[in-house]
């Protein structure tokens, strides 16, 4: 492969909302990062509650167990509000660059035996194939992760250049 292929993809947001928005990863509450610590949040909420409507119930060395309980769920609700931030920020980061694709007229991927180039509207971004960490498919999209991330649907290339593509990249990362 010594010289250089070029692989035009034609981007529809709703391509890349399905797969970076599935499994209510844009959920501020139950998305992977926050389902946790909401839930944790909840049900220590539910002890606060149920220990404040005991609370004449207390003798006076077991009236600690309100404060405690209290401090619990303070910690537990700004773990959870600092995991709303890093979803919100995410999700307004993968917005804006949806917006970018969406209205950009070239999107391409130019490749050779030694370098990596996506071209979003002039914008290039070069990488060396040893640069790629990590490389994955599915039926639904191809994973990049390196020195730059990219995803590419399947829907956004013809069959015949995503098989091209894996093969390429199975060929060129070492992971």
């Known amino acids: 492969m010594s010289e250089e292929r ?3 993809l034609k981007p529809k947001r709703k391509d890349f ?10 959920s501020l509450f139950f998305s992977a990062t926050t389902r946790g610590k909401t839930i944790t949040t909840i049900v220590v909420g539910a002890i606060l509650l149920i220990v ?4 004449n119930d207390f003798t006076r060395e077991k009236a600690g ?5 209290s401090f619990l769920f303070l910690l537990c609700a700004v773990f959870l509000s600092v995991s709303i931030n890093k979803v919100s920020r995410w ?30 509207d002039g914008e290039k971004e070069t990488s060396e194939w040893k640069d790629f ?5 599915n039926n639904d999209c191809i994973v990049l992760e ?15 250049d995503y098989s091209f593509l894996k093969q390429v990249l199975k060929k060129n990362i070492t992971a």
Do not use: A, W
Request: proline share 1%.
């Open 133 to 137: 960490e990590y490389f994955d498919s």
């Open 52 to 55: 404040f409507i005991f609370r």
């Open 6 to 8: 070029v692989i035009v």
């Open 17 to 26: 909302e399905e797969i970076y928005f599935n499994g209510n990863q844009g």
């Open 65 to 69: 167990i309100l404060y405690f309980v």
């Open 91 to 120: 999700k307004k980061q993968v917005n804006h660059y949806l917006t970018k694709l969406e209205n950009c007229s070239i999107y391409e991927i130019r490749f050779d035996e030694n370098f990596f180039t996506v071209n979003i």
């Open 146 to 160: 390196g020195k730059y991330s990219y995803m590419f649907p399947k829907r956004s290339m013809s069959e015949k």
